[in-house]
């Protein structure tokens, strides 16, 4: 039983980052390889906050989704520049240059060694010490992200978005500032992703730079493709096939660096193939053509 | 002034390789317009092949680099032909070849991990004392001397080919309008996969200069394969030279950066000249 919850906590912060990452990709049709960027912000802050700080965990996620908020606004506005090849390009770099930063900066962030002894959430003097709890935290915050993009998805607001991923030019033919809703979006996939991170620095109670590398923004991805673009369901079956996959290859009884890797050759391969026979996903709605 | 003559010459060390990977990555795009994320895997194949053979089964250097340049270059040709020439052949968007480049260099990375463990591992032969060679106050090794050398003459041999052979004309006919090029007979996914033979082969190549210059790790690939193609674009992506030129101007960046502040920020530092270019000269210092 524990270990279910934990694969659960782990499914619902993967749930997060999916969601969210779907919004920029799958509703905006802008590929950004920089999710776990703003992963790693917000799991950063929220350890700095707490263990140097001794700020309250709700107080750092907002602290979180803030910081990552206006890095990815002022990220956002150069990118908004760019376009496909080269938005990938420069998304990728961006979580390049992120991750050096969580390595290097080690006055802050303790570099490769990470910081250790993240404290758990407090709510009015109750402290979510149990994994059973948590989960319901992690619960909470899923639903809440989750209710902010089925809500963007049914507003006008999603429908521009989608219409930028189908034909772009169109839009800026009928007078849409293209460029804002892109940043728009950018920026709350972004803060989205952030809160997922402080979620994983608590519970793990340990952050190294090691888990925000690009390889982990590619897993995202991954997570995003496999369920299919545009579809928010999708992406929790795609968050919950691929949160199961290094378990289940534990299980059949590969040695934990082996399972890590083999892991990474499944879903770099589910990507290749997907994209060859099934361009949409499993229950896509979207034809990536 | 003591050690600017060193950093010149680091310069032109990490410029001649990214020269190199940067040559191949511009090959491919050229003609098939699209960022193959997966050329930085090859290098890491040709690495790792390379330590294969020279290594573990210690073949002779010669023979161990020809046959690892020649796997990497068939390992590209089967990429183009198992998985891009069937997206290009669907007419899919750039979106599909990215995600489908992004799986393929974490499949790679991960093989390679699984195959000869995530360790940090070198080609070049620590009882062998490399030749050192003095130039202005500036140390040269001589893995060194023959990546800069290496790299110029493949830069030369490629833009001879390009301009003066059949096959070169074919390239460019393909790279300027692939469905003409189809139309006036020409093979166009032979000749893509030839150019995904030849460009794979220079990763490999690259791959196994940079096992001996500092070392082989299966994530290296990335990290190459983003100043390639950082130097591919600020010099002009799809010119030859252009990428040359920026392949140098990076490696002068950098290590200059590097003098100045830390050696930590070199990543940074490329993808903040990168940045600078595509904001104010997007199409790079040469034009195509």
Redesign the interface.
Known sequence: MPYLIHIAILFFIYAILGVSLNLVVGYAGLLSVAHAAFYGIGAYVTAIALTQYGINFFVSVLLGMLLSGIVSLLVGMVFSKFRDDYYALASLGFNVIVFSIFLNWESMTKGPLGIPGVGKPTVFGYEIASNGTFLLLAIALFALVYMVATKIDGSSFGRVLKAIREDEQALEVFGYRVEYFKLAIFVIGAAMASVAGSLFASYITYVDPSSFSLNESIFILAIVIMGGLGSIRGTLAGALFLVLLPEALRFVGLPTDIAAQSRQVIYGAILVLLMVYRPRGFVGEYELK | MGILPQIIANSIIAGAIYALIALGFNLIYRTTK??N?AHGALTVVGGYAMFFLYKQLEWNIYASALVSVLFTGGAGYMLDKL?FR??RNR??????????A??????????I??LFT?QFQTLADSAMQQQIYDIFGGIITQTQAIIAILGVMILVGITWMLKYTMFGRAINAVSDDEEVAKMVGIHTNKIIGWVFFIGSAIAGLSGILVGFDTGLEPTMG??LL?KG??AAIIGGIGTMHGAFAGAFLLGFAENFGVWQFSG??K??IA?II??IF??FRPKGIFKR
């Open positions: 699209f960022f994320l998985v069937r997206l007419g899919a968007s750039q979106m599909v070849f990215l995600i489908a992004l799986g393929l260099l974490t499949v790679i990375q991960a093989i991990a699984i995530s990335m990290s983003m193609v950082i930590e920020w990543d940074a993808f990168l940045i595509l904001l």
